[in-house]
């Protein structure tokens, strides 16, 4: 049988998804029960860290322990990855030992790179170009709170990022419309956008894209690995920054997603990432629901 990653969202059907959806909404009960089941015993997820994260990280790492497996932390520092091994014979390497791994990197080549010589499912954790672990918790956020997302509007304000990149495949795959709101030379990469474009629509002016909004959702402007741009995306970005004036152009019940962490007074005011229709904290906890569901899908 062939080794199933998850390397975007497209890594799965529309069913697949929202069975993970389903399953990880299972696990949140169980969750707040305290009432595990060791569905993953004995399982054991690598997994390689090429840049910095908390929720990501942390919500694996408890995932396979509530799961009654183990996950073990590998950072360039201290490992043969920042000495130069090369990623094929890692890959090779690790999945002789481990059931799965998770890799966060920059390029997303490295990745694909990674999963074409690795026995065992590869998760990407983040790259350059995708989110998809990101994406299973925002969906979960939504069916939550709002159900169904089909049909709804999602805008996304900023910059056309990994982040961006996933809410473009999540809306062709669960048909939803996706707006996308950011400054004309940040645009989301056109080969996404082709494959996408029947779900997404490029709208410049925020004000109009935030126009009976049923999700406003947003991300820091400048990525991890972009530090030396922050000053110019600044300037570029200021009339993406979602505040009260343009949450008061969505609807009056319209969610507010963020990935985190946020840049207060930057992307997001405080008293929109703070007020009532901010769902950010439990959409950051819904990593943990949402990943242990993936986590069984492809291990268990
Ligand atoms: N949202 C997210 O992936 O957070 P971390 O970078 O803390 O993992
Ligand atoms: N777009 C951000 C997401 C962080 C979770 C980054 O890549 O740094």
Known sequence: METRHFLT?????????????NRA????????????????????????????S????????AGMAQLGGHAIYLAPTGTQIG???????????????????????????????????SDVPVINGL????????????????????????????????????????YMNAAKILDFQLIVSGPEGFDPDPKILEGTKTNVVIERNPKQAAKNADVIVT????????EEEQKERMQKFA???VNTDLMECANGDALFMHCLPAHRGEEVSENVLEG????????AGNRLHSQKALLEFLIG
Request: aromatic share 10%.
């Open 276 to 283: 009532p229709q901010s769902v950010v904290w439990e959409e």
């Open 127 to 166: 790259s350059d170009s995708y989110h998809p672990c990101q994406l299973l918790a925002d969906l979960l956020t939504h069916y939550e709170k709002r159900g169904s997302i089909e049909g709804k509007k999602v805008v996304w304000f900023g910059d056309g990022n990994n982040m961006c990149h996933s």
């Open 25 to 52: 909404e299972v696990l949140k009960k169980q969750f707040i029960e305290k009432s595990y089941e060791s569905t993953l015993e004995s399982r054991v997820l690598g997994m390689i860290f090429e840049k910095s």
């Open 83 to 117: 000495r130069g091994e090369p990623l094929e014979d890692t890959a090779r390497v690790l999945s002789k030992m481990v059931d799965c791994i998770m890799l966060r990197t920059f390029e997303h080549e490295r990745i694909e790179r990674f999963a074409e010589y």
């Open 219 to 226: 991300d820091v402007w400048a990525s991890m690995g972009q």
């Open 54 to 61: 908390t929720r990501t990280r942390v919500s694996f790492e």
């Open 239 to 241: 009339q993406y920054q």
């Open 9 to 21: 969202l497209n890594s799965l059907s529309r069913d697949e998804l929202l069975s993970i959806i």
